[in-house]
């Protein structure tokens, strides 16, 4: 894996929360915040932590923010200064920035500005929430589109023992496995004569109306 340098400006909950995992992760991270009590705190999970005035590109400029692959943006309240540190970052030259909004009118102010992808975390995740709780079988899905999705549905006993070719998913429901997790193990090929086990996780990808008929009907 290459390692990353990541420049995560805020520490907040969500800021803290991205940089403690990058740095876990073996990526160089660092962590920028004007509040030194949030910096000292999270000096010791950070390659390098700063006290720094987002808004101001030469005090980024002197951090040598240049030389950084990509920043997380996580400046939730004071919408001036997400968007102006948002500027920034992309006028001193990163190739990604991506930025924590608010909310939808954030978001839009933020794409315009040139944020490269802009994440809502409390309406993101309370989207997911809803698809557990609509689906105890569904333990966890990605949106390709509008239409389409990946999602890791857990098999039942309705369908242990078959194998993906009794199942054919496929023409039944128009819909790819690609993949079968057995506890810590992934086959990211499955066979058509590969047999499932009660438990095991599918990875199936198709239309959402045809994975929730297959989940209805099949799981
Ligand atoms: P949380 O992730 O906890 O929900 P939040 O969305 O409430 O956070 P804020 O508390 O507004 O976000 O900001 C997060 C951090 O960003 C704070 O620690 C704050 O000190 C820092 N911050 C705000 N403005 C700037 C700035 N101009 N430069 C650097 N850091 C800043």
């Given at each position: 894996?290459?390692?990353?340098?990541?420049?995560?400006?805020?520490?907040?909950?969500?800021?803290?929360?991205v940089?403690?995992?990058l740095?876990?992760?073996?990526?160089?991270?660092?962590?920028?915040?004007?509040?030194?009590?949030?910096?000292?705190?999270?000096?010791?999970?950070?390659?390098?932590a700063?006290?720094?005035?987002?808004?101001?590109?030469?005090?980024?400029?002197?951090?040598?923010?240049?030389?950084?692959?990509?920043?997380?943006?996580?400046?939730g309240?004071?919408?001036?200064?997400?968007?102006?540190?948002?500027?920034?970052?992309?006028?001193?030259?990163?190739?990604?920035?991506?930025?924590?909004?608010?909310?939808?009118q954030?978001?839009?102010?933020?794409e315009?500005?040139?944020?490269?992808?802009?994440?809502?975390?409390?309406?993101?995740?309370?989207?997911?929430?809803?698809?557990?709780?609509?689906?105890e079988?569904?333990?966890?899905?990605?949106?390709?589109?509008?239409?389409?999705?990946?999602?890791?549905?857990?098999?039942?006993?309705?369908?242990?023992?078959?194998?993906?070719?009794?199942?054919?998913?496929?023409?039944?429901?128009n819909?790819?496995?690609?993949?079968?997790?057995?506890?810590?193990?992934?086959?990211?090929?499955?066979?058509?004569?590969?047999?499932?086990?009660?438990?095991?996780?599918?990875?199936?990808?198709?239309?959402?109306?045809?994975?929730?008929r297959?989940?209805?009907?099949?799981?």
């Open positions: 894996m290459k390692k990353k340098q990541v420049v995560v400006v805020g520490l907040g909950r969500f800021g803290s929360s940089c403690m995992e740095f876990k992760l073996g990526h160089e991270v660092m962590a920028l915040d004007m509040d030194p009590e949030k910096v000292e705190n999270i000096a010791d999970y950070a390659s390098q700063s006290v720094a005035d987002a808004t101001d590109k030469s005090q980024l400029k002197a951090l040598g923010v240049r030389n950084f692959d990509q920043a997380i943006i996580a400046i309240d004071d919408l001036q200064a997400s968007v102006l540190c948002t500027l920034m970052l992309k006028e001193i030259g990163l190739e990604k920035v991506w930025v924590k909004a608010r909310d939808l954030h978001k839009k102010i933020l315009k500005v040139g944020a490269d992808r802009v994440i809502q975390p409390e309406y993101e995740m309370g989207i997911r929430t809803a698809h557990h709780v609509d689906s079988k569904i333990v966890d899905y990605i949106d390709l589109s509008d239409d389409y999705s990946i999602v890791e549905m857990a098999a039942t006993e309705k369908i242990a023992g078959k194998t993906l070719f009794n199942l054919d998913f496929r023409v039944k429901f819909c790819i496995t690609l993949a079968i997790k057995k506890g810590e193990d992934v086959n990211i090929a499955p066979h058509p004569d590969d047999v499932i086990g009660v438990g095991d996780i599918l990875v199936v990808m198709g239309h959402r109306n045809d994975l929730k297959l989940e209805e009907k099949r799981l």
